[in-house]
């Protein structure tokens, strides 16, 4: 199978010419109790780039991201953020790190406590004191604008809709700037034309961006829209990576299966 | 080794193995010690978050007035209520031994010394932690927390180091405020049988009183505010399983909280003897 070197290289990617991806993880592996949820995986990601994290429910996609971000700590392997590894670094450590990603949670995880404007403010709040309380709030605004959400700032999260929580922890993940952007299921449990106007959302964010992406999402259309390459996880392992084209053309049983059943 | 039975309902008479007692036993003793080193991982983590900037200071404002302001008319209200029933206990026992007259010196050593301090620390755990508790399950079974981490804020500085502290500082002002309520409904209740004037009342019942005999009672319930505060963060901040799992949270947060307040309050009140003869 290529490695993602040769798959760089195939694709002109930055990393193809020695430049360092913004996320690289390197024969990650971690297991919950006898269960082997990721075996040695290997993906990259770099600036202005989409991958999309395919697989069957239960296959570790969302593991992959909190591993990533340093909610869970791998058995083994590496994860480089700009080529720091990551991978078992205490809570104290990771702060600075974090505050170049923004991660969109599944069900948007809203504090639900807070209004629209505050969710999205309370980042601002913890790392950006040296705003004043205007500059905080035209950042907001401009924030939840760029996510359609600007008339909703009052409005408490259990009165908005699913998709229009997910808008709203776009703004929050967005707050800070973040070169690397993680989605976990964006799209799920959303009608299609909601996923649709999510998937607009991020390909317009993206674009203006260039934020480092990785979505995971069982959504093959959704992956399509968005994602430059997509990653097929199964049994812990990335079956294919590359294209939607490649995927396509593969001749690999459960690829098949997959895209059959999408 | 655990016994066998035949359970005549499964298919071919299966056997179920039936835990032995010294199963059950060996089981309890494990999950009694995992979860006193679990307590000790949190403490350690909200110890280390306490003593590093940036502070939270905005939050602790609103968990004091979480605490505080909001456990307050309960609280005025328990201590009302132990105040007359205090009085009228207190007036018929002292009558059977001819010493009526030590009615107040009775009531405000009852009230100051014991009963304001274990009744605010019980009414508080039921009301605070059990709010506390249910709140922070909410927010770790919905990922909040998560995502709390996540914007690199740390969550046991932020939610927490907050909440222990706001319970530490609260306690006495609401002990002090359950006192007063009990001794001006005592005295309203003797008052109604036999009137007494409230500044005879409490000429009486401070006679011979030093800072001494009351003040570490009162601050006592800081360790009182300690254990709710640390029960129902631990309580809530490692829940698992949904819904199910925030109503245990809640419930063993106001159970463990109450029982480690009585049990806590017999070393107290022994080391209070002690340092403060």
């Known amino acids: 199978m290529a490695t993602a070197h040769d798959i ?13 991806p913004f996320v690289a993880v390197e024969n990650l592996r971690k297991a919950f109790a006898s269960h082997k949820v990721l075996n040695g995986i290997n993906l990259s990601v770099s600036r202005g780039e989409t991958l999309a994290v395919l697989g069957r429910s239960g296959t570790g996609k969302s593991v992959l991201l909190r591993l990533i971000i340093g909610l869970e700590t791998p058995d083994s392997g590496s994860i480089r953020i700009h080529g720091q590894n990551i991978a078992g ?34 980042p601002l709040r913890h790392h950006r004191r040296e705003m004043s309380s205007s500059e905080r709030e035209e950042r907001v605004r401009q924030l939840l604008a760029e996510v359609g959400m600007e008339g909703d700032l009052q409005k408490m999260p259990s009165d908005i809709s699913g998709g229009m929580q997910k808008r709203v922890g776009l703004a929050r993940a967005l707050a800070l700037e973040p070169e690397i952007l993680l989605l976990d299921e964006p799209t799920a449990g959303l009608d299609p034309i909601s996923s649709g106007e999510i998937d607009d959302l991020i390909l317009k964010l993206q674009r203006e961006r260039q934020m480092a992406s990785i979505v995971v999402t069982h959504d093959l259309h959704s992956a399509r829209t968005i994602a430059n390459r997509l990653a097929l996880l199964d049994q812990g392992n990335v079956v294919i990576e590359g294209e939607f084209e490649d ?16 | 080794m655990a016994a066998t039975v035949i359970n005549p309902a499964l298919p071919g008479r299966q056997a179920v193995p039936v835990p032995s007692v ?5 089981r309890l003793t494990n999950e009694f010690f995992e979860w006193f080193g679990n307590l000790g991982i949190f403490v350690w983590q909200v110890l280390r978050a306490a003593v590093t900037p940036p502070f939270e200071g905005r939050e602790l404002v609103r968990q004091l007035d979480e605490v505080g302001s909001k456990s307050f008319p309960l609280v005025v209200m328990a201590g009302a209520a132990i105040g007359v029933i205090l009085a009228l206990e207190a007036r018929y026992s002292l009558s059977r031994f001819g010493a009526k007259s030590m ?16 009744i605010t620390g019980l009414v508080v755990s039921g009301r605070v932690g059990a709010g506390m508790g249910a709140e922070l399950a909410s ?18 500085r932020l939610l927490a180091v907050t909440r222990i502290l706001a319970c530490i500082l609260m306690l006495p002002l609401l002990t002090l405020a359950a006192d007063a309520s009990a001794l001006l409904m005592g005295w309203f209740a003797q008052s109604l049988v036999e009137p007494l004037s409230f500044h005879q009342f409490i000429e009486k ?12 009672q009162t601050f006592k319930t800081s360790v ?13 901040m490692r829940t698992r399983g949904g819904a199910a799992g925030v109503g245990r949270a809640a419930t063993n947060s106001v159970v463990l909280a109450s029982l480690f307040i009585i049990l806590a309050d017999v070393v107290l009140v022994k080391l209070i003897l002690v340092v403060f003869p």
């Open chain 1, 8 to 20: 760089a290289i195939k694709q002109g990617r930055p990393e193809a010419n020695g430049s360092a």
């Open chain 1, 89 to 122: 670094l205490a809570l104290d450590h990771m702060g600075e790190i974090r505050k170049k990603m923004g991660f969109l949670f599944q069900h948007a995880a809203l504090y639900d406590s807070l209004t629209v404007g505050e969710n999205v403010a309370f």
């Open chain 1, 247 to 262: 995927l396509r053309q593969s001749d690999i049983g459960f690829v098949k299966e997959f895209l059959k059943q999408s």
């Open chain 2, 22 to 26: 010294f199963d059950s036993v060996g």
């Open chain 2, 103 to 118: 009615f107040p010196a009775t009531l405000v050593y009852s009230v100051l010394q014991v009963m304001g301090p274990i």
């Open chain 2, 139 to 156: 927010m770790k079974v919905t990922e909040q927390i998560d995502a709390i981490e996540a914007s690199a804020i740390n969550p046991y």
């Open chain 2, 205 to 216: 019942g401070f006679k011979g009183a030093t800072f001494n005999s009351f003040l570490p």
């Open chain 2, 224 to 236: 009182y505010g300690l254990i709710i505060g640390l029960i129902a963060c631990f309580q809530g």
